[in-house]
């Protein structure tokens, strides 16, 4: 069974949210916690996510398709979990973008999919932008997020 998340990631969770929120252009649209379904039998809930705007408001769950970004925020009893498991899955299921965000200090590790390949055929992240100050991106939108603004 998965801990409960702790009242710091909710708040990292809750602020980042505002702020993709705040800054997302009109066809993308920021969420929280709803489920995203990676195969048959398989979904995640990702702690904040981008998808895109036109997906109707009454659904609880997501198709990797519709999903622009998922974002994990680890915690201490989810570490290898968000580390691997999640952006592993996540990739598999061609969501073009992964955020990896470390409590403390708060950290955020920002992902794109990529063309390696994983030993099961499957692609995989690279790497495209890390810091505990500012992480600067031009896609999925053009992005300057003061870390400070997303640490409670």
């Not at 949210?17 to 398989?42: F, K, M, N």
Request: charged share 25%; hydrophobic share 40%; glycine share 8%.
């Amino acid at each position: 069974m998965t801990p409960f998340p702790t009242l710091g990631h909710q708040d990292i969770a809750g602020l980042l949210w505002t702020w993709l929120r705040r800054h997302a252009p009109a066809d993308i649209r920021a969420t929280q916690a709803v489920a995203v379904e990676l195969g048959y039998d398989a979904s995640r809930r990702p702690d904040v996510l981008l998808c895109r705007a036109d997906v109707p408001s009454d659904r609880s769950w997501l198709r990797p398709h519709e999903v622009v970004l998922a974002v994990e925020i680890v915690s201490p009893g989810t570490r290898r979990v968000d580390r691997f498991a999640k952006p592993g899955g996540y990739a598999a299921a061609g969501i073009p973008f992964y955020w990896r965000i470390e409590q403390d200090p708060v950290h955020v590790y920002a992902y794109r999919i990529g063309d390696r390949v994983g030993p099961g055929g499957e692609r995989q992240y690279e790497l495209v932008a890390d810091g505990a100050d500012v992480i600067e991106l031009t896609v999925p939108f053009g992005i300057k997020l003061p870390v400070a603004e997303i640490t409670p």
